[in-house]
């Protein structure tokens, strides 16, 4: 891994906040909000996975309740964008801002439940069909996308903002979202989703260098293991990443076999994932081997990482 070419630093009029130096020879910690990204215990995101803005809401009132520390809002799973969307992989400029409405305005009642609970921040994320998510868009239409509604975000004030959005590196719009939202105070998130394997350690370190060069604030990345050692070569890659990339890492091993990747703050993950069940009692994971956020709490404590409560 290169270690270079890290971002500059913001000057905290928008989401962000500002990157501080992690301590120690680490990369330097993003501030989400009142929340430290990298540098410690990971943070940890509960992903918004309702069908309409109504129901995100009651989720994101729920996770505040349960102590999440960002709010992911998946507005790929959200039914009005992907009735605009349907399944064109490249659809008119006319859906994409039916999609940008509807998106701005669950932002806005998430951004109500979160500002509740002092400003919990947001993280934003449309996830492609080709990375496990439902919006079937191929790159140019998700570079559109994604520009449309940075292009609309730049008119509301910046601590309404969400405070990150994630960029699939594949899609390869990485570096002009990147500039675009670096003149918003918005971090990116530099992704990367691997449901059919875990790739070798030098293709996985490549991604993660790829995703510096081009601009990520944090790199986020997720495979699939076939073994023990698959999980093990993961936090490998995670633990020499947090040491010497020149921003934070988020890495996890999915599935069941992978779920210690969640929990084991050693390794260096900046972000973990964790779900909160609903009315009824029942969970909706936004990724397989996802746990629920008390399980979270407790693991992280037991392992090294933040105390319970």
């Known amino acids: ?78 039914e009005e964008v992907r009735r605009a969307l349907g399944e064109e992989r490249h659809p008119r400029v006319s859906s994409l801002r039916a999609v940008t409405d509807c998106v701005l305005e669950t932002l806005t009642q998430v951004e109500a439940a979160a500002a509740a609970a002092s400003g919990v921040p947001v993280l934003l994320t449309c996830r492609t069909a080709a990375e496990g998510g439902r919006a079937s868009l191929g790159d140019a239409g998700y570079a559109v996308l994604m520009r449309l509604l940075l292009d609309e975000l730049a008119s509301w004030e910046p601590r309404r903002r969400p405070v990150a959005v994630d960029i699939e590196v594949r899609r390869g719009c990485l570096p002009e979202v990147a500039a675009r939202a670096r003149d ?89 994932f964790a779900v909160v069940p609903d009315e009824e009692g029942c969970i909706e994971a936004s990724a397989p081997g996802q746990l629920p956020i008390d399980e979270v709490r407790r693991c992280l404590s037991l392992l090294g990482g933040r105390p319970i409560g």
């Open 184 to 272: 918003l105070g918005v971090d990116v998130v530099g992704s990367f989703h691997d449901f059919e394997g875990t790739p070798a350690d030098a293709d996985l370190e490549e991604v993660l260098d790829r995703m510096v060069r081009e601009g990520g604030d944090l790199a986020k990345i997720a495979v699939w293991p076939a073994s023990a050692e698959d999980v093990a070569r993961l936090l490998g890659v995670t633990a020499r990443a947090a040491a010497s990339l020149p921003v934070p890492v988020a890495a996890m091993s999915m599935g069941a076999l992978g779920m210690i990747s969640r929990v084991a703050a050693v390794f260096g993950s900046a972000l973990t």
């Open 1 to 78: 891994m290169s270690g270079a070419g890290g971002p500059e630093g913001r000057d905290g009029s928008g989401g962000s906040g500002g990157i501080e130096d992690g301590g120690g020879g680490a990369a330097p910690a993003l501030t989400w909000g009142h929340c430290r990204i990298g540098g410690g215990a990971p943070a940890v995101v509960v992903s918004l996975t309702g069908p309409t803005a109504a129901h995100v809401r009651r989720q994101a009132q729920r996770a505040v309740r349960a102590g999440a520390d960002v709010l992911e809002l998946r507005v790929d799973l959200l």
